[in-house]
């Protein structure tokens, strides 16, 4: 059963229910990168992203194109949830002791996705889709560590090329783009959350003047984002995206954001670790604040681009951007943290003023018969 393109579907208690594990997970892999993180940490936590994400995503479309509500669809939430559970729990030590519970995890995941695509896809694509992945995660079990990343990698990279390949024929699934919006936006609000949540419990710990200091501007700094993406971002992808072809609604909203949820989440373990060492930021925690706002932004910029967007405005003020997080994370040896979040706050809200500023200049010369973007966006 799959949902006509004429239905509006929003997000049901179910799916709500199965966002509750990523809470968790964001919040492990967010710890990955607390205190002093180098390459190493750096390179983990990606690997150790990338699997969640995806397990999310693939059970986001399949709900996206059949609809919450039938038992079908909520039995697989549940048990992809208790897949990702199992993920989650593992992700202190998946490199290491608890590896063989990360990879089963996944691999329960991808038995879900088999049962749930099977309904709705021919089995030589299903089997295409999920078999070579779950080979390759369950061979991983058995080889030493130094392997086991590439072996994840490649599963999932797996996957990604083989809908890439399938879906411009005909097995190309029909997106209800307000509701897979909807549910990126919901998780971008978690891992907003667990920025908030990571310089709280830092706080908890490290009660001083200069940490509420870091705090409150960390807190303009996530605010100005949250703002600027569910008030702009977002508004523009559900707009531009609705008569467009089904491939661009996966790039943008389904392998697009992975960088920016990454970013985000870097930025969250950053602004922790500030709040807990206000007085110097060691180069680990400036450069996952600093690196993840440069991600953000040119992972934007790719996006407009992918929506149709001319290239001349946003070049400008990404490059801007890019210039003030390079200045800032050159300068964080002689800065105490207070300054670096400020100095990324800054850049964060001047962006979102300009942008409130076209609006309401914009709005001013619109007839006034003409519908608020908002409006048009629903």
């Not at 295409?128 to 072996?151: D, E, T």
């Not at 908030?196 to 870091?214: E, I, K, P, Q, R």
């Not at 060492?277 to 180069?283: A, F, I, K, N, R």
């Amino acid at each position: 059963m799959t949902l006509s393109q004429g239905e509006e579907q929003r997000a049901g208690w179910a799916e709500l229910f199965f966002d509750l594990v990523f809470v968790v997970a964001v919040a492990r892999l967010a710890h990955l990168l607390e205190g002093d993180p180098g390459p190493a940490q750096f390179g983990t936590f990606v690997l150790l992203f990338v699997a969640p994400w995806w397990v999310w995503l693939t059970v986001t479309v399949f709900v996206n194109v059949t609809g919450s509500d039938s038992t079908r669809s909520r039995l697989a939430l549940l048990a992809s949830m208790a897949a990702m559970g199992a993920m989650a729990v593992a992700i202190p030590e998946a490199t290491g002791e608890r590896a063989t519970v990360y990879a089963l995890g996944f691999i329960a995941s991808r038995v879900v996705s088999f049962a749930m695509w099977r309904a709705v896809a021919p089995l030589k694509i299903v089997l295409a889709f999920n078999g070579f992945s779950s080979v390759l995660w369950a061979i991983s079990i058995f080889v030493p560590p130094p392997y086991r990343a590439p072996l994840w990698l490649a599963g999932v990279a797996c996957e990604v090329v083989t809908l890439i390949a399938i879906q411009p024929r005909k097995h190309e699934p029909s997106y209800q783009v307000p509701h897979i919006v909807e549910r990126v936006g919901l998780f971008v609000t978690i891992v907003l959350g667990e920025s908030v949540a990571a310089a709280l419990g830092a706080l908890d710990h490290h009660w001083t003047a200069a940490g509420w200091a870091v705090l409150g501007l960390g807190f303009v700094l996530f605010a100005a984002l949250w703002w600027s993406y569910f008030d702009f971002t977002s508004v523009v992808a559900a707009r531009q995206l609705l008569p467009a072809k089904n491939s661009r609604v996966r790039d943008v909203m389904g392998i697009g954001h992975f960088p920016v949820v990454a970013a985000l989440t870097s930025m969250a373990a950053g602004l922790g670790t500030a709040v807990a060492e206000p007085g110097h930021l060691p180069y680990g925690a400036a450069l996952a604040l600093c690196g993840g706002l440069a991600l953000y932004r040119l992972t934007f910029f790719v996006l407009a681009l992918l929506l149709g967007q001319p290239a001349g405005p946003a070049a400008g003020w990404t490059a801007l951007g890019l210039a003030v997080v390079a200045g800032t994370l050159a300068l964080f040896p002689v800065l105490p943290a207070w300054a670096v979040v400020g100095l990324l706050a800054a850049e964060v809200v001047t962006r979102l003023t300009r942008t409130l500023t076209v609006r309401r200049a914009t709005a001013e010369v619109t007839s006034p018969t003409a519908r608020p973007e908002r409006e048009v966006a629903r």
